[in-house]
C-alpha cells in the first residue's frame, strides 16, 4: 500500500498518477469501496472516452449528477486528459439553465435519468453521441469500446516510440465553477490543475489531513467547497473519500456512522439542518474528528461541537481565490479571523477607496459603528490567486482594481485586527449556501399578471445567509392573492428551487433614482419593518403566505437572537447610513 504523499505536484494529474498503483482505500458509497488503484484505472477509461467524443473548440464537459461516484471518476479524467469539468448546478432551471451550459461551451455533457429530464426540452447544440447517461443501457459498452481502442493505440504508440499518455500542464483549465455576480447572470471561475494542485497540498498541511481519514462529503460537487476543501486535499495524502447522493440532514449521522467518517465539510445552513434533526444521547457515538466550513454561527458550531463531540473549523474564502481568512487559536467568537501574514487585507469603503473605521461594539456584543465600520472586504497585495471570470473580462475588472482584489463580500474589522462577515454586496443573495442574484428571480415574479414591477433582495436568515424578499407593486385596480400568488410560483419552471421569495411586501411604489432605476437599498433597511403590508410562508417547504402579523415579528426577532445574530438584525431595521443599510444584509 501507498503512502506517498506528493505536496509537490504540479497538477491534478500527477496526484492521480501518485495513486495509480495504490491500494488504500480510495472512495466509499454506500456499501462499496473502491481503492485508489481502481478510481484512477476507472478515470483513465472515461478519460479514453471522452478523448475519443471529442470536438473542436474547447474540451468542456458538463456534469450533472448527484454525489455519486461517476462525478468523481469524470473528475479525474478530466484531470487526466487536459479536459475541464464545468459543475452544472440541478437547482437551475429552463432558460437559466440552458445559458449555463452554451456559454461555458460544454461539449460533452454527463449526467443520469433525473438530469436527462431537467435537459430533455432544452437546446444545448450538444449531439447525442456527446450526451453520455450513467444509467443508459448503452454506457458501459461505449467505455469498454473506448478503453479497447485506447488499448490499441497505446499499443501502436509504443511500438513506434511515440508518448501514449496525456500532455498535461499546470495551466490547464480543469474546472469552471458557478457563481453569481450583480447581472443576473451566472460567472463561471476558472480553476487551473496547478492552482488546484497548490491547494490540495496547502489545505492538506493546514488541516491536518492524514492516510487514514475518511473525508465525507455532504456538499454537492459542483461546489467549490467540496472539490478545494475535501476532495484535492484527500487525494494529495491519498484519504479516501464517501460520497452519498444527496445530501439530508435526517441522514448526517447514519452516514457517518456508516462510512466511520473522520472528517466533513459544510455551510452554515446545512450545519443548521442537521442541528434541527432530534437530539439523542448517543450522538456522540461516532467517528468524526473534524469538520471545515464557512458561515456557521457561534451558537451553531458550540451545539455541534457539544452534540456530536466533532471540532469544528471555520475559514472565509471564495472559489475565485482572491483571499482567505482564518480562524486562529486567539479568534473572538463570531469572528472569521485573520488573513495570512502575506496578504494585506483591509475593509474599504467602496466610494472613497479608503479603509474603514475599526469596528466598535456594545456591553453586548453589538456592533455600534456599523455605518463607518462596514465596507468590502479587499486584498491589497493583489488578485494573484484569482485565474478569472470564463469569457468575462467585465467580470474580471470588477474583481480586480487599481491592482487590488475587490471580494465583493462586506466585513468589519475590529481593534485586534479581527475580521467579521457582514454580507453580500451588491444584488447577490445566499441561501443554503448557494450564490445567485436577483435579477433573474424578478424577471419571473414580474410575470404574475397583477404585478406591475418587482425588486428582489436579501434580508437576513436567522442563522446564517440570506432569506428572499420581494417587493411588489400592484396593476391598478387589483388587490394581492397570496394563494394565487403561491400556486403561480410554483408553477413555473425556471424558478430555481432556492429561489421562491420568502417575504412579500405589496407598495403602492417601487423607489427609484434619478434616472428611473428602482433602488433597494431603503428596503433592504427596513427587511419586513415598514408600514405596507408584508406577507410571509414561514415554513421551509412548500409555499404558503400569509399576512405578517406583530406577533410575527416578534418570534422572528427571538430567532435571530437565539442565533447570535440580533446585531445584523438591528443594523438592518435600524440604520439608514450610507454603507450599513442595505449592504449588511
Known amino acids: 500500500m501507498s503512502e506517498h504523499h506528493d505536496a509537490g505536484a504540479h497538477t491534478v494529474a500527477e496526484l492521480l498518477a501518485a495513486r495509480e498503483h495504490d491500494d ?51 473528475l479525474g479524467a478530466a484531470a487526466l486528459a487536459g479536459a475541464t469539468v464545468v459543475g452544472i448546478n440541478p437547482t437551475r432551471r429552463g432558460e437559466e439553465l440552458t445559458r449555463d451550459i452554451r456559454f461555458t461551451d460544454c461539449q460533452i455533457l454527463v449526467t443520469d435519468q433525473s438530469g436527462a429530464a431537467l435537459l430533455d426540452a432544452l437546446d444545448l447544440e450538444v449531439p447525442d453521441e456527446r450526451f453520455l447517461r450513467i444509467d443508459g443501457a448503452d454506457y458501459r459498452a461505449r467505455l469498454d469500446a473506448s ?100 445530501f439530508s440532514a435526517s441522514r448526517f449521522l447514519a452516514d457517518v456512522r456508516q462510512f466511520r467518517a473522520t472528517r466533513f465539510t459544510y455551510v452554515g445552513k446545512a450545519l443548521a439542518y442537521v442541528l434541527a434533526t432530534p437530539e439523542s444521547d448517543d450522538d456522540i457515538d461516532n467517528t468524526l474528528r473534524q469538520g471545515f466550513g464557512t458561515e456557521a454561527s457561534g451558537p451553531d458550531r458550540a451545539i455541534f461541537e457539544r452534540r456530536f463531540a466533532c471540532r469544528l473549523v471555520e475559514g472565509y474564502g471564495s472559489s475565485e481565490g482572491g483571499t482567505s481568512i482564518n480562524v486562529t487559536p486567539d479568534t473572538p467568537p463570531g469572528s472569521l479571523g485573520v488573513p495570512p501574514p502575506t496578504d494585506d487585507v483591509a475593509v474599504i469603503d467602496p466610494g472613497t477607496g479608503r479603509e474603514c473605521d475599526r469596528a466598535r461594539f456594545d456591553d453586548g456584543g453589538g456592533l455600534v459603528n456599523a455605518g463607518d465600520a462596514i465596507g468590502e472586504i479587499v486584498n491589497r497585495t493583489g488578485g494573484r490567486g484569482f485565474e478569472g471570470y470564463y469569457k468575462n473580462p467585465d467580470g474580471n475588472a470588477e474583481r480586480v482594481r487599481d491592482d487590488w482584489y475587490w471580494s465583493g463580500d462586506l466585513g468589519y474589522r475590529d481593534e485586534a485586527g479581527f475580521f467579521y462577515f457582514a454580507g453580500r454586496g451588491g444584488d447577490w443573495l445566499r441561501v443554503d449556501s448557494e450564490n445567485f442574484a436577483a435579477a433573474p428571480i424578478e424577471r419571473v415574479v414580474e410575470r404574475y399578471p397583477d404585478i406591475a414591477a418587482a425588486a428582489v433582495y436579501p434580508v437576513p436568515d436567522p442563522r446564517t445567509g440570506d432569506q428572499v424578499m420581494t417587493t411588489v407593486e400592484l396593476r391598478p385596480g387589483v388587490a394581492f392573492d397570496p394563494v394565487s400568488f403561491a400556486q403561480f410560483l ?96
Not at 34 to 43: C, I, K, L, P
Open 147 to 246: 478503453a479497447s481502442d485506447s488499448a490499441a493505440s497505446d499499443s501502436a504508440a509504443s511500438a513506434s516510440g511515440a508518448a501514449s499518455s496525456w500532455a498535461v500542464s499546470p495551466d490547464d483549465l480543469l474546472l469552471l465553477l458557478f457563481t453569481s455576480g450583480t447581472t443576473g447572470n451566472p460567472k463561471a471561475v476558472r480553476c487551473t490543475q496547478g492552482r488546484l494542485a497548490a491547494i490540495a497540498g496547502r489545505a492538506s498541511e493546514i488541516y491536518g489531513f492524514e492516510r487514514h481519514d475518511i473525508c465525507y462529503c455532504p456538499m454537492p460537487l459542483f461546489h467549490g467547497n467540496a472539490i478545494m476543501a475535501l476532495w484535492a486535499p484527500a487525494l494529495a495524502v491519498g484519504a479516501s473519500v464517501a460520497v452519498a447522493g444527496r
Open 24 to 74: 488504500g482505500p480510495g472512495l466509499h458509497f454506500d456499501d462499496t469501496t473502491w481503492s485508489w488503484r481502481h478510481v484512477v484505472t476507472e478515470s483513465r477509461r472515461r478519460a479514453d472516452l471522452a478523448s475519443a467524443r471529442r470536438a473542436p473548440g474547447p474540451f468542456h464537459i458538463g456534469v450533472l449528477l448527484d454525489n455519486v461516484p461517476e462525478y468523481l471518476l469524470w
Open 490 to 585: 410554483r408553477s413555473q419552471p425556471d424558478l430555481g428551487t432556492k429561489w421562491p421569495p420568502r417575504f412579500v411586501r405589496v407598495s403602492p411604489g417601487l423607489p427609484l433614482t434619478a434616472t428611473g432605476k428602482i433602488t433597494k437599498a431603503s428596503l433592504r433597511a427596513e427587511a419586513w419593518h415598514c408600514a405596507d403590508p408584508v406577507f410571509w410562508s414561514p415554513g421551509r417547504g412548500e409555499l404558503h403566505y400569509r399576512l405578517l402579523t406583530n406577533e410575527d415579528r416578534d418570534t422572528l426577532r427571538v430567532e435571530f437572537e437565539d442565533h447570535g445574530r440580533s446585531h445584523l438584525l438591528g443594523v438592518a431595521v435600524g440604520t439608514r447610513s450610507r454603507r450599513a443599510g442595505p449592504d449588511v444584509l
